[in-house]
């Protein structure tokens, strides 16, 4: 997940999240606070006594050509980056040049890396492969950002490491010495980042500069960009038996686990957006699980699956927003009250706007009920991934907007955080049931994502099929000149243009997920059966779970709900 959009205007301004497009208006005068719809309990949380068919044994449905379509589609993508933009970070393909936008360590190269593994294109991976001894972490021009190199660099570094010396072992003959180089590279990474810890809490500054390596001097940091990090560096710890790098992410990470004031956490196990670094208290009870907080709440359940011996808590934390998400955030539209979106809260006031980055949470949920045994939480993940299909249904190309907005079903409508679509969307609220506020594509992959993880879960060929119109829309609308470029308006033909940018997460998301919906069974695929040898990170780079295999299942393990 990437913290790029409007939602960080509205999480809090003074934020080191970089802030993007659309605005939400301004906190409301006190009188009309007292109009706005309050939130209140909607539907029993998913850990209740309903009972479902548990989701074990789906049958699987591989489609050799749609993979081969998606394989062609990363050759078209790396051969235009390699040709005109390697080493430097991302292609500018529309006029066959380049942009150092992280940090020019070869951004798309290292995010390209365990997605050609998983793919098997062998003359990439040698590519890369020689590549990743020659980076310079030591050097960069440009301001360093912790969240965004962890989940990039170090996570893909450490997944490539993982997949090489664990499962794809056998279809290779690299020396020892080119696969510790992976590793090594990876320890150099993090002893440079590790700077950014130093602070009076533990609390990261995510802002850095090396040379030699240094903080910007923040006063905050967001939930997203603390809780973000422990996953990529515990996995460092454990492959390389230093300790430190865990200590450092997971000390930082009890400050969510624990949050203090009350106004942090507006409803149980969900979060304010910005914490102070010198006092490690919230500064604010603004959340969402959009962007700025998103993949706090997607590494809770994640680090349970990595090891549950370690990590009861963080899975306790995840039930607790999973369960109060379900109970106070469900909203319907009122011209599609078939759709079940998640509000936006600040303090217990709700606001009805999402984002692309946002349909994670359909994934997050299905992940949640498989690893934990509660078919609720699947069957409401899926809801949600519906959903989120509709917002790519309902446009030109067939691709989901940035961000949208819609009226809630329940609360007042005149009330000052439920007002209407504009005049001009009409006609789209009252088909689609959203209006659109930013109508840009970046290349984003968590609705493709949530598809995979929903098929997964059932083996539904729904989920195929979606996964396969949405790669369609986005390889027919998104190709130029030598690659595939984020878009201006997916409500418009064509797109409305290009931006001329091919994001590095293209080939580590999109293409890996829209890939893994139509690939053969594999050790790193999402396991309904409690067989997981890999993890996901938020870069879609998997990673191996502390054990090797998950041998474990739901609540019968280690500490029972309730205790």
């Not at 208006?25 to 539907?43: D, G, L, R």
């Not at 379509?69 to 006029?95: C, E, M």
């Not at 969402?288 to 963080?314: C, N, V």
């Not at 890939?515 to 998997?542: C, G, K, R, S």
Request: aromatic residues 14%.
């Amino acid at each position: 997940m990437h913290i790029l959009n409007g939602v960080a205007t509205f999480l809090a301004a003074s934020h080191s999240v970089v802030v993007v497009v659309a605005a939400v208006a301004a906190e409301a005068s006190q009188s009309e606070q007292q109009q706005q719809h309050m939130a209140s309990p909607s539907a029993e949380p998913a850990g209740s006594d309903q009972k479902l068919p548990p989701y074990r044994y789906p049958k699987y449905r591989p489609d050799r050509r749609r993979a081969n379509a998606v394989k062609q589609a990363f050759r078209i993508s790396w051969d235009g980056y390699y040709k005109n933009a390697f080493p430097h970070d991302s292609l500018r393909p529309a006029t066959n040049s380049y942009e150092d936008d992280r940090n020019g360590w070869g951004a798309s190269a290292v995010d390209a890396f365990s997605t050609a593994l998983i793919m098997g294109e062998y003359k990439i991976i040698d590519q890369i492969l020689k590549y990743v001894p020659e980076i310079n972490f030591n050097h960069t021009d440009s301001e360093v950002s912790l969240f965004e190199t962890t989940i990039r660099y170090l996570g893909g570094l450490l997944s490539a490491y993982d997949l090489i010396t664990g499962p794809l072992q056998p279809h290779f003959n690299y020396t020892t010495h080119q696969t510790d180089a992976i590793l090594h590279q990876a320890r150099r990474l993090a002893d440079n980042l590790k700077v950014a810890f130093d602070t009076p809490t533990g609390i990261p500054d995510n802002d850095l500069f090396f040379g030699p390596p240094r903080k910007k001097g923040s006063t905050s940091n967001g939930v997203a960009t603390i809780g973000t990090l422990v996953l990529e560096w515990t996995r460092l710890s454990d492959l390389t038996g230093d300790p430190q790098y865990a200590k450092l992410s997971q000390k930082a990470e009890k400050y969510l686990l624990h949050p203090r004031p009350a106004l942090g956490e507006p409803f149980p196990g969900l979060l304010g957006s910005s914490v102070n670094l010198a006092t490690g208290l919230f500064e604010d009870g603004a959340g969402g699980w959009g962007g700025g907080t998103d993949s706090f709440y997607e590494y809770l359940i994640k680090m349970y699956l990595y090891d549950p011996a370690r990590f009861g808590t963080y899975r306790d934390r995840w039930v607790l927003a999973a369960d109060s998400s379900i109970r106070y955030l469900i909203s319907h539209p009122t011209t599609r009250p078939d759709l079940t979106f998640l509000a936006m809260w600040r303090n217990r006031t709700l606001h009805y706007f999402s984002e692309h980055l946002a349909c994670f949470n359909g994934g997050n949920f299905i992940l949640g009920g498989l690893t934990l045994d509660e078919p609720v939480y699947v069957r409401f993940g899926l809801e949600l991934v519906s959903s989120c299909y509709a917002t790519y249904a309902g446009t030109v190309t067939g691709i989901g907007p940035e961000l949208f907005q819609w009226q809630d079903s329940t609360a007042p409508l005149n009330a000052s955080n439920n007002s209407p679509p504009p005049g001009e969307q009409k006609k789209l609220y009252e088909r689609a049931g959203f209006w659109i506020t930013n109508g840009g594509y970046q290349l984003r992959p968590e609705v493709i994502e949530s598809y995979y993880y929903a098929y997964r879960a059932t083996g539904e060929r729904r989920y195929q099929e979606w996964a396969w119109e949405a790669f369609v829309a986005v390889n027919s609308t998104c190709r130029v000149g030598s690659g595939y470029s984020s878009l201006v308006d997916v409500n418009k033909q064509e797109g409305g243009g290009w931006t001329d940018f091919q994001e590095s997460f293209w080939f580590a998301e999109v293409m890996k997920y829209a890939y893994l919906i139509f690939a053969e069974d594999a050790p790193w695929h999402v396991q309904a059966d409690h067989e997981n040898e890999f993890v996901f990170n938020t870069e879609a780079h998997p990673i191996r779970i502390a054990g090797g295999r998950e041998k474990y299942g739901g609540w019968g393990y280690g500490k029972k709900r309730g205790d």
